[in-house]
């Protein structure tokens, strides 16, 4: 299967400061790529869909000003969580693929935000 | 809203019997349908896809789908303790968007 990479995989960071999370598409071109949040023994909430090239389409109750999403390439997509908050200590998972209906999404390996 | 519903579970079974997994879509016009693995703390990984109905088989696992019924399954043959996991039924819907089913997990007990 496809490879997708995120980075970094764990970060801690103080209440107020900005953090940046890659994810990259190793082996395939992504015109897709997905943002989603997971919280403990809960399922993934799908946060936003970003387009290469494009404004990303954020999910309802998503604020786009906090989760600053960027999908200048293909193989990139970023996320930065703005003035991050304890609130927003989670489990960020990416997926890249294709909207066509038999492509199949890949996962990164998640990035774990701790926000103190 | 385009639901998919999954039993939250825990299902526990012996190790070598067949465990059941099932999952029904709201969306009648869906047309790509997934299973993901996902151990605790880690991000999904792909298990099957099937997209027509009938079953699709790949080693220990088969896939079943049902249009009509809106129903897809996933069946584990000699489930294994590693096969310990929460199962993710995804469906692409009609406007291409992906649903995620909130999980099933299961225990294989040694």
């Known amino acids: 299967g496809a490879v997708v990479s995120q980075h970094p995989s764990r970060v801690i960071c103080k209440s107020g400061t900005s953090v940046k999370i890659e994810c990259r598409s190793l082996?395939?071109?992504?015109?897709?790529m997905f943002w989603y949040r997971q919280f403990p023994k809960k399922s993934l909430m799908l946060m936003a869909t970003?387009?290469?090239?494009?404004?990303?389409?954020?999910e309802q109750g998503v604020e786009k000003d906090k989760f600053l999403i960027n999908h200048a390439s293909l193989t990139l997509s970023t996320l930065t969580v703005t003035s991050a908050h304890p609130e927003d200590s989670s489990f960020y998972i990416c997926?890249?693929?294709?909207?066509?209906?038999?492509?199949?999404?890949?996962f990164g390996p998640g990035t774990r935000l701790l926000v103190l | 809203q385009k639901e998919v519903e999954q039993n939250s579970g825990p299902l526990s079974v012996p190790e070598g019997a067949i465990a059941s997994l099932n999952c029904t879509y709201s969306?009648?016009?869906?047309?790509?349908f997934f299973w993901y693995r996902q151990y605790s703390g880690k991000s999904p990984e792909l298990i099957m896809s099937?997209?027509?109905?009938g079953d699709k088989e790949d080693g220990r696992f088969t896939a079943q789908l049902n249009k009509a019924s809106q129903y897809v399954s996933l069946l584990i043959r000699d489930s294994q303790p590693s096969d310990s996991a929460t199962y993710l039924c995804?469906?692409?819907?009609?406007?291409?968007?992906?649903?995620f089913g909130s999980g099933t997990q299961l225990t294989v007990l040694p």
């Open positions: 997926s890249g693929g294709g909207a066509a209906y038999q492509e199949t999404q890949y």
């Open positions: 082996d395939f071109q992504a015109t897709t």
């Open positions: 970003s387009n290469e090239g494009s404004k990303a389409t954020y």
């Open positions: 969306d009648r016009g869906s047309q790509s």
């Open positions: 099937i997209y027509s109905n």
């Open positions: 995804v469906v692409r819907g009609s406007a291409r968007q992906l649903t």
